[in-house]
C-alpha cells in the first residue's frame, strides 16, 4: 500500500474545510465531542494475516476546522508497539444521519517487539473507515489502515490493520 489513505485524508478533510469552515475561519477552534475508543484488529504483513492487535485512542473535545487532535497506542500479539499523534476528520458534520466515514493521519513511533520490521522507528499510520453512531453518542467503526515510514528508510514494507473501533464520548 502506497500513500494512498494520506491522500484521501487530505482530499476529503481539505475539501471539507473549503466548504464548511472557511466561510468562518478555515482553521477556526471549535468545541467537539471527546472520545476514548478501543479497538481489536487482524495484523496484516506483505499480504498475510500475522497476528492481533489491540488500539486505544483519545481524540480531544477540540477541532481546528475539520481536524479534530487524537493520540493513540497499540500494541501486537507478537509485542510490537506503536504510539502516536495527530488528526482525523470525521463526515459526520457534512452528512445528516447516523452513518459517517473517518480517516486520520498520526506519524508515531514504531517498536517492533517480535513483530516484523517495518523500517524504522518512525511510522505514518494513515487510516480509513465506515460506522455507524448510536443515539447515545457510542460509535462503530470499521477500519483499514496503513502504517510506513513514508520512504524516510531504505527498508519500507508497511503494515497493514483491519479493524472494529468501539468509541465512547465523554
Known amino acids: ?9 487530505l482530499a476529503a478533510s481539505l475539501t471539507d474545510m473549503a466548504l464548511n469552515d472557511c466561510p468562518t475561519g478555515c482553521l477556526a ?3 467537539a ?17 500475522i497476528g492481533e492487535e489491540f488500539y486505544v485512542g483519545y481524540d480531544f473535545g477540540t477541532t481546528y476546522g475539520p481536524f479534530q487532535p487524537t493520540i493513540g497506542a497499540s ?22 444521519g447516523p452513518f459517517f466515514i473517518e480517516a486520520s493521519l498520526m506519524p508515531g513511533f514504531y517498536d517492533q ?7 524504522g522507528a518512525l511510522q505514518f ?3 480509513l473507515g465506515a460506522g455507524y453512531e448510536f443515539a447515545n453518542g457510542v460509535t462503530v467503526l470499521a477500519s483499514y489502515d496503513h502504517r510506513s515510514n513514508a520512504d524516510t528508510q ?11 473501533r468501539v468509541a465512547f464520548p465523554f
Open 1 to 9: 500500500m502506497d500513500g494512498t489513505l494520506t491522500v484521501l485524508f
Open 29 to 31: 477552534e471549535r468545541e
Open 33 to 49: 465531542t471527546s472520545s476514548l475508543s478501543f479497538q481489536a484488529a487482524k495484523v496484516e504483513f506483505q499480504g498475510d494475516l
Open 75 to 96: 500494541v501486537t500479539d507478537a509485542g510490537a508497539i506503536w504510539v502516536g499523534a495527530g488528526a482525523k476528520w470525521t463526515s459526520k458534520d457534512m452528512f445528516g
Open 113 to 119: 517487539g517480535d513483530g516484523p520490521d517495518i523500517g
Open 125 to 127: 499510520r494513515s487510516s
Open 154 to 164: 531504505d527498508l519500507n514494507p508497511g503494515l497493514e490493520t483491519i479493524a472494529l
